[in-house]
């Protein structure tokens, strides 16, 4: 009876513990904003004739982008504490649909893509949120974050009412928005203002789709303030009624403001996306601003009254086959850094850019002083990894799903993997047989680079400026096989229908479309990695064939911290630590390195593997220093 009531006594005790923690939290939660003081929660944010108010007061946004599924969940409160640090009073993020969509019938919002965690530990820090679901986020992500199996359809109409697209949507809203309508600020969350698709006036193929979007969202249980965003030249056309028009921009003109105030007079201004630098792609030159022209900008910004986002305040990194593609003037794919010269560097290190903007940003802070700032993270120099073991393409196909035979070409999206959702990212190989050499013509069906070989011996490329080659001749019967990569899907721009991957119509043999292939399908999803450990790997060759995979290890002692993975004798190909996909590398630069944060790596042995399609050093170097690339100034 005695241990009884002690158990009893202690159950007490520890559910009055629970309470008082539950009851502390939820108070921070609710009650208490960024400026320290208990708001009430009936009136959100509102637009004045000059000025924004938030629980019926005077609220100028200073905001700054840090993207959830571009920092890895452990570093959220690293990054979301140097915000706050540096003066940001609010978080904006887009939700890449095709992240947390990856399949008709499968949702994923659980570790890196668990946008409710994000939000959550948002709020937790004093901080409000702008959301920007979409369902069209551009963020030079793969077709602007919408999902690649939308392009099964041949009559696909992305970004109308078209009612393929208006259905996805639907799906994808109902999963959505129901996590995040708990989260809005009339319900004591922190989200305070939800942005509608994405820069609509650039694209504007349907005067009936943003306010198709307004009522997916609205309907759904959205009653925070809306917005869109756009180019000046793109306020009308992208704008809905009830929806506050915002403006993106490097440098603010008179013209610009001027555009604005015709089309949206008497209402406060707002600068959605200050543009802190811009993406990188592969071939061109690492692009940086000058902070001095960056900050005067967000400085007459302010002066004028407006509120402001700065994108990117942390741009963080494009992981794996992420990034999507620039498509004017020509075709560029994007890089994996996502560094976005911001003035929190890809690694999390604070910049010029930083400093300036906190001086700044503190004369604006006059509810609370601006906090200290957080202590940077350790780098480290690992040894570098010794790639003994070695796996030939060819040997690795039996761990592809099962292939596929087709009479013709078939691109990546149609093909009848990933449980009929096609092909997303990745390469494929697309092999059929010959019996004569000639010229090889590719016309504009490769997409987006091929390595052709005949009896699986490399014999050239075709990229999108590169259309014939010549096939030797031989005797008998060959098999000529196209190894075509999906290098980013254009990210932006009129033509996001026409977005399809791998070989999208025929390629001649000496005047005759090549027929009866067999396709098959290299994703590289963890999964596929995973399995290539049940392969019989060999040692390393003296004159290796390639493409191949090449296997060896990185050991951490102790708890591992961030480092950088160059590959200088390396040609181009793929980086994969402990299964996981840390993005391209190519040679042609500028991007030199990988960010491979702490938290990605075990301590003790750390597995790496790397696809290279032609040349590869023995060893991949682990170094405590990025490497992006030559610089150019943005202008």
């Known amino acids: 009876m005695v241990v009884l009531r002690i158990r009893n006594s202690h159950k007490r005790k520890y559910a009055f513990i629970c309470l008082s923690i539950f009851g502390f939290i ?31 007061e005077p609220f100028r946004i200073l905001g700054g982008s840090v993207h959830y599924f571009r920092v890895p969940s452990a570093y959220w409160r690293d990054r979301l504490m140097k915000a706050k640090a540096c003066g940001i009073n609010t978080i904006t993020t887009y939700v890449p649909w095709s992240l947390h969509q990856p399949e008709r019938d499968v949702f994923n919002f659980q ?62 809203f109902d999963k959505l928005i129901p996590k995040i309508v708990p989260l809005q600020f009339k319900k004591g969350g922190p989200i305070i203002a939800i942005q509608l698709d994405d820069s609509y006036g650039s694209y504007a193929k349907d005067n009936r789709y943003m306010a198709f979007i307004k009522e997916a969202l609205t309907s759904r249980g959205v009653s925070e303030m809306l917005l869109t965003s756009d180019l000046s030249n793109g306020l009308k056309a992208g704008g809905v009624n009830g929806a506050i028009r915002t403006m993106k921009l490097w440098k603010l003109r008179t013209k610009d403001m001027q555009e604005l105030n015709s089309v949206q007079p008497n209402s406060p201004a707002m600068v959605t996306d200050i543009w802190s630098g811009m993406a990188d792609a592969w071939g061109d030159l690492h692009h940086v601003l000058a902070p001095e022209d960056m ?26 086959f992420m990034s999507g593609a620039l498509g004017i003037p020509s075709y560029k794919a994007i890089v994996p850094s996502y560094d976005y010269d911001a003035p929190l560097s890809e690694a999390g290190e604070y910049t010029p850019k930083y400093h300036l903007l906190r001086d ?12 200290d700032m957080p202590a940077l993270r350790y ?100 098999t000529l096989s196209l190894l075509v990569e999906n290098c980013g899907r254009v990210h932006r721009g009129k033509d996001l229908d026409k977005q399809r991957k791998g070989l999208v119509g025929d390629v001649l043999l000496n005047g005759t479309p090549l027929r009866d292939f067999t396709i098959y399908s290299l994703d590289m999803k963890p999964s596929f990695i995973d399995s290539l450990y049940r392969a019989q790997w060999k040692a390393r060759p003296e004159v290796p064939l390639y493409p191949a995979f090449l296997m060896g290890a990185l050991f951490a002692y102790g708890y591992p ?64 220093t990025h490497d992006l690339g030559m610089t150019a100034d943005i202008k």
Do not use: C
């Not at 400085?299 to 986002?309: A, P, T, Y």
């Open 26 to 56: 939820m108070y921070r939660y609710l009650g208490t904003p960024v400026g320290g003081r208990r708001l009430s929660r009936k009136l959100g944010l509102h637009a004045n004739n000059s000025q924004f108010t938030l629980a019926g």
């Open 360 to 371: 700044l940003f503190s004369r604006y802070n006059s509810d609370e002083s601006v906090p």
């Open 379 to 478: 780098r480290e120099p690992y040894e570098p990894a010794i790639m003994y073991n070695h796996l030939s393409l060819w040997d690795a196909l039996s761990f592809t799903e099962e292939p596929f035979k087709s009479a013709t070409p078939v691109n990546m999206e149609n093909l009848p993997v990933n449980n009929k959702n096609g092909q997303s990212q990745g390469y494929t190989l697309y092999e059929t047989t010959i019996t004569s050499g000639g010229l090889l013509k590719s016309g504009d069906n490769v997409r987006d680079r091929a390595l052709v070989f005949v009896d699986r011996r490399y014999i050239g490329f075709f990229k999108r400026n590169t259309l014939e080659m010549a096939v030797p001749d031989g005797e008998g019967k060959r």
């Open 111 to 172: 570790t890196q893509l668990d946008l409710e965690s994000y939000i959550s530990l948002v709020a937790e820090l004093g901080l409000w949120v702008i959301l920007r679901p979409g369902p069209y986020i551009s963020a030079e992500l793969d077709l602007g974050g919408l999902p690649s199996w939308l392009l099964q359809d041949e009559n696909m109409r992305l970004r109308t009412t078209y009612p393929g697209f208006t259905d996805a949507v639907n799906v994808f």
């Open 561 to 624: 911290s961030d480092t950088f993975v160059k590959l200088p004798g390396w040609g181009r190909g793929v980086v994969f630590i402990n299964g996981l996909n840390l993005g391209r590398y190519w040679s042609s630069g500028p991007q030199q390195a990988l960010y491979l944060p702490g938290p990605f790596l075990n301590s003790g042995m750390n597995q790496i593997i790397a696809f290279e399609e032609q040349e590869a050093d023995y060893k991949i170097q682990l170094e405590d």
């Open 295 to 320: 900050v005067s900008t967000v400085r007459e910004i302010l002066r004028r009254g407006m509120s402001i986002n700065l994108y990117m305040f942390h741009g963080g990194t494009s992981f794996g």
